[in-house]
């Protein structure tokens, strides 16, 4: 691979500085009175060289997050409301909802790339592995000579662990994990700043899961980029993220540290997802998991939107929805729920 992008992670104890930021993020399927809201109002920052896990239930919101950032939502998705800013190296902040389709084609997969679920279904079973990495070449590097093209495709298939005469395989002769590989190298193919993945492990064993996430973590110290990885399993998260945020029925409830949502969730919702898992180490303990069923969009609860499955659910939980606000300014951690005692509303 050819040298990547300006230098890696400073070693300082400094924040990092913002390479994607995320704003009051509204999205909606449908128009009118008809319209369910699918994201309400997210913040968040994603900072340089850092993984940010997204966790939460199906129909949370995540995907749809995801491909709001990347502006790939389809009909009837419509973004509604917010911003979302890529920070370039050197460079000043760029408005991606305003973009237009031509510096879309350039942002995407040049700056932010995304790795959808289901690599069997986002490879074309038509094509060689050879065709569609040397596409992404071709498409945003047209100078670059076929040979080159080659070149630079068994240096990817490389990079992640997969033998370059595989370069000549269709996507049917591949394993689950192999084709996974493929696509992690096609998004790393431009080498951007910023990797979204939207659940990549999900239809691998667990033994596949592990390597991918070794393979990965080992490409991002080299590469130098930062990665939204999206799952429902926060048992994945907890072990190789360094930011957790946590989302419940369209809202970001609860953004920490990957270390302290582990050691002291502080929403119920976060607890109920830690506790649907077994641990590894440690005395047996009985899974609790969270009962009832994530809700429905088009008839959200009123107030917080878990109280109706929440074993901690008082007073105002049905009556007023909780905001994101701080509950522990030393680390940063954030938590939408009343049971933040600095954050509870008067009584009515």
């Known amino acids: 691979m050819t040298t990547p992008k300006a230098a890696s992670r400073s070693a300082s104890l400094t924040v990092p500085p913002p390479v994607l930021e995320i704003s009051g993020l509204c999205v909606d399927y449908g128009l009118g009175a008809d319209a369910v809201r699918a994201v309400h109002d997210v913040d968040l920052t994603l900072r340089r060289g850092e993984v940010l896990g997204l966790a939460g239930e199906s129909g949370s919101g995540k995907s749809t997050l995801a491909y709001a950032v990347t502006r790939l939502l389809s009909p009837p998705g419509v973004i509604t409301g917010g911003d979302v800013r890529y920070h370039p190296r050197g460079g000043e902040p760029v408005d991606v909802l305003a973009m237009t389709a031509r510096e879309l084609r350039a942002f995407r997969w040049q700056e932010v790339s995304i790795v959808f679920q289901g690599a069997m279904n986002s490879l074309n079973p038509v094509h060689t592995v050879h065709t569609q990495l040397t596409d992404v070449l071709k498409a945003h590097r047209p100078d670059m000579p076929r040979a080159g093209r080659t070149e630079q495709a068994r240096e990817l298939l490389s990079l992640v662990g ?9 996507p ?167 049971l933040n005692d600095d954050h509870r509303p008067g009584e009515a």
Do not use: N
């Not at 049917?172 to 492990?201: C, F, K, N, W, Y």
């Not at 980029?225 to 993220?241: A, G, N, P, W, Y």
């Not at 005395?283 to 009832?292: A, K, V, W, Y």
């Open 172 to 338: 049917h002769q591949l394993s689950g994990g192999m084709r996974q590989r493929v696509m992690i190298a096609m998004a790393l193919a431009l080498q951007p700043d910023v990797v979204i993945m939207d659940e990549p492990t999900t239809a691998l064993d667990v033994v596949m899961q592990r390597q991918i996430l070794r393979q990965l973590v080992r490409l991002r110290e080299e590469l130098d980029f930062s990665v939204v990885f999206i799952t429902h399993d926060i048992s994945l998260l907890i072990e190789f993220s360094d930011r957790i945020a946590i989302m419940y029925g369209g809202r970001v409830v609860e953004q920490a540290g990957a270390a302290e949502i582990y050691r002291d969730p502080r929403h119920p919702y976060s607890a109920g997802l830690l506790h649907s898992f077994p641990a590894l180490h440690g005395p047996r303990r009985e899974l609790t998991g969270i009962p009832g069923s994530p809700p429905d969009l088009r008839a959200m609860p009123s107030g917080c939107a878990f109280h109706p499955r929440c074993p901690k659910a008082f007073a105002p939980c049905d009556r007023k929805t909780p905001p994101l606000a701080p509950a522990d300014s030393s680390s940063g951690r954030s938590v939408a729920c009343w």
């Open 162 to 170: 997969i033998s370059p005469d595989r370069l000549g395989a269709y």
